[in-house]
């Protein structure tokens, strides 16, 4: 026989002796035995297991013991481990069992054994494939479901595109892939974690697996959706809604939440690819200053180490960076410098002698030392699973901060090695068992991150942290605020911005932003005007560009430029006041700070459709419709139900349609919520410059509506301890009389004395009687500006009760 032919043969009898070549699924089989444990079951399904347990009553784990084999270690992703439990009740039927809480059922057909999740009305949330279900092949596990006619799914964090992920496969593998697009992926963070909405009713799904995994939402058919991971462990939390808000604070509360931040990383923040030497650093805080353009962050990128080596100073470029942090630090600027994971292997540097003589650093299977290259050349990894690595890192941070340095900015953390991938064979040691880079890939920004913050935390046990992180997973927000990575200076981007920032809300992660004006290219000054209109309005406000771009200092651009973004950066932090209470309530909720109109309005169809992903609401009262295209002066823009007031000119719409709005270039179209009031400071030139002296309540007629306003000072972790004040505001409508009821304050902290300025926006006509607390107001104590239609009140907060009411 020729050879070729004996190949071919040997294939064919290769094939025909199974598995090992045909790679097929296996499925999970009948039920052979239910017992009841704790808060749940365990099942039999001949030699595979099934643990279900209820974490309370509207979630519950659901996790596979192929041979009865539990795959058990640390779970980093998890912040709550003890949950109470719930009661439930368990019925039998020939074939099925029903487990039922007061919010959830769950039904189990018993052959072969596949699960489907009601609401407690017994409306169907989610099923399993009828025929496939659980599944496995090798070292690979998936889960297949139905494909439900009209399901949506939004989630699986630092996704690009279209917010309802259906139709679409993802795939979670932390990559760095600078000047991305709109149609890579995955990119630097994993969030395996998704919610599906149809007819109204939620759920959501995560996926507690760190291995390599992918999300087919319905790509390529119409029966299915399926994620799978190739190794680790079938594990998924379930949630029950009722809504997205619902399941995304029950999620967050197992993985984390965004810490309240100090209030200075809620300013402006400006970085290039670097500012270096120490003059023009000076020089560019001096000409903020000088130019009153407000401040607070001032970033070091990698061009202020001696030679890369992390922890180290450029002793030409910073001889003296204890003295510069305080100079700055006089003028108001806080500095965060980058921290990358690779230490430059160089014998005599000290951080590297001491990783190696410690074994902190990454190995190989034979014990040599991985190394790869980045910024230094031929670095070493720290090994972060490991409790004794990450104290060793944390300290480093520790004695590195003490220089001055305000918050720390961890990079290239996938990791990112040039080439791309570290081998996968490279071992971790998770506190005693070694595992390997297959399952460590996608926690290791996440874990690097939580050995950052814990040194800040150690060495600066009285003050709020700051960190920033470029890779992550599922939980990483309790740890660090998150940036979308190596964007580039185009309209598109500034687009793929808004909705990845967005996606990233709708999964966890509260504290994001993209770079302003774009990392890679030069903004045009359009571009950066517009860019700078949004980045007002993300989380994270924060310029950045590459090495070797043109400036992109909010100056850069002519003065008239100057002045618009002077404008847009005033207008942050006049609305510190208003942006802190939301901040804080994400802290506590989980839920994003930038939202897409659906979130709020999920009844109206309108809200989802793709060309109104861009405008999104900041908070809860405002809304955002950003001009994203050159060239654009007049935006349709998508009013949800209810009346919105635009904030520039007043103008009340019904909600409920599209408008077109003028948007020249100094314009970004911006609406308040009717019934919102809108607590508002001065221009500071940074947080907390001057005390609020003058709050300004902006209060925009509309349906009765609740806000409020929070406080505390804004740096220290004295508001765990209740030293912190809430103030309530009730806006509401009888007859004639408009009122705005103030709350008494509420809490400890005591804020420095001040006046209210109420302007009461939006009216036709002067009020023809204003009263506070009853007594009527005397003609010089208010006024009504006929061209905006604003009546205006001064009173003084004394933190007690008060009742303000227009008359007509
Ligand atoms: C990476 C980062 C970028 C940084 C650069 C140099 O590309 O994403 O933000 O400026 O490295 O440190």
Known sequence: MRPRMIIFLLAIMRIAAGKETMAQYQYLGNVTRLDREGSGVLLHCGADLVRLSFLTGDALRLTLARQGQWQEGVEYALAKIAWP???????????????????????????????????????????????????????????FKSLLEGEKFFGLGEKTGELDRRGREYTMWNTDDPAYTERTDPLYQSHPFFMGLREGRAYGIFFNNTYRSYFNLGAGNHRLYYFRAEGGPMSYFFFTGPNLQHILSRYSELVGRMPLPPKWALGYQQCRYSYHPESEVRRLAETFREKKIPADVIYLDID???????????????????????????????????????????????????????????????????????????????????????????????????????????????????????????????DGSKTSLKEMRNLFGHLMAQATIEGLRRHRPHERPFLLTRAGFSGTQRYAASWTGDNVSTFEHLEIGIRLCLAMGLSGISFV???????????????????????????????????????QEPWSFGEAMEDLNRGYIELRYRLLPYT?????????????????????????????????????????????????????????????????????????????????????????????????????????????????????????????????????????????????????????????????????????????????????????????????????????????????????????????????????
């Open 580 to 808: 802190y209470t939301q901040f804080q309530r994400a802290s506590i909720t989980g839920l994003p700070i930038m939202k897409p109109l659906f979130w709020e309005f999920p009844d109206d169809a309108e809200t989802y459709q793709q060309h109104n992903q861009t405008t999104y609401l900041w908070g809860d009262d405002l809304l955002v419709a950003p001009v994203t295209r050159e060239g654009e002066r007049l935006r349709k823009v998508y009013l949800p139900k209810g009346k919105w007031v635009d904030f520039w000119e007043n103008k009340a719409y019904e909600g409920g349609q599209y408008i077109f709005i003028d948007a020249p270039l100094e314009k970004l179209p911006l609406f308040v919520r009717g019934g919102a009031v809108i607590p508002m400071g001065e221009v500071q030139q940074y947080a907390g410059e001057k005390p609020d002296s003058l709050i300004t309540l902006h209060v925009y007629p509309g349906e009765n509506r609740e806000s409020s306003w929070y406080e505390d000072d804004g740096k220290s972790l004295a508001y765990e301890n209740g030293e912190w004040a809430l103030t309530r505001f009730n806006f509401s409508v009888k007859g004639k009389n408009l009122t705005l009821n103030i709350s008494a304050r509420e809490g400890k902290y005591i804020p420095a004395a001040r006046d209210y300025r109420i302007l009461l926006h939006s009216q036709a006509a002067a009020p023809k009687k204003i009263t506070a607390n009853r007594r009527k107001l005397g003609s010089n104590e208010f006024a009504f500006d006929n061209k905006t239609g604003t009546a205006s009140v001064m009173i003084k907060d004394s933190g007690e009760k008060c009742e303000v009411t227009f008359g007509y």
């Open 304 to 430: 202020y180490m001696d030679d890369y080596r992390c922890f180290t100073f450029d002793p030409k470029r910073f001889p003296d960076p204890g003295q510069l942090f305080a100079d700055l630090q006089h003028l108001g600027f806080k500095v965060v410098t980058i921290v990358d994971p690779g230490i430059k292997a160089d014998s005599g540097y000290a951080v590297y002698d001491s990783g190696v003589a410690g074994g902190h650093f990454l190995k190989y299977p034979d014990g040599q030392l991985y190394s790869g290259n980045v910024w230094p050349g031929k670095c070493h990894f720290t090994d972060y699973a490991r409790a004794e690595s990450r104290q060793w890192w944390g300290d480093l941070i520790g004695k590195f901060i003490a220089a001055g340095v305000a918050g720390i900015w961890n990079d290239m953390n996938e990791p990112s090695v040039w080439g791309r991938e570290a081998p996968l064979l490279v071992q971790f040691d998770k």
């Open 513 to 551: 932003g993209a770079d302003v004006g774009g990392f890679a290219g030069a903004s045009s000054p359009e571009l950066m005007a517009r860019w700078m209109q949004v980045g007002a309005f993300t989380p994270l406000f924060r310029t950045h560009t590459e090495v070797d771009t043109p400036d």
């Open 85 to 143: 439990g719930t009661n439930y009740t368990l019925t039998e039927t020939a074939t099925h069992f029903m487990l039922k809480t007061d919010a959830l059922e769950v039904r189990i057909k018993r052959a072969p054994c596949r699960f489907a999740f009601y609401d407690a009305r017994g409306n169907l949330l989610n099923q399993d494939d009828e025929a496939f279900g659980l599944a496995w092949d090798g070292n690979e596990v998936a889960a």
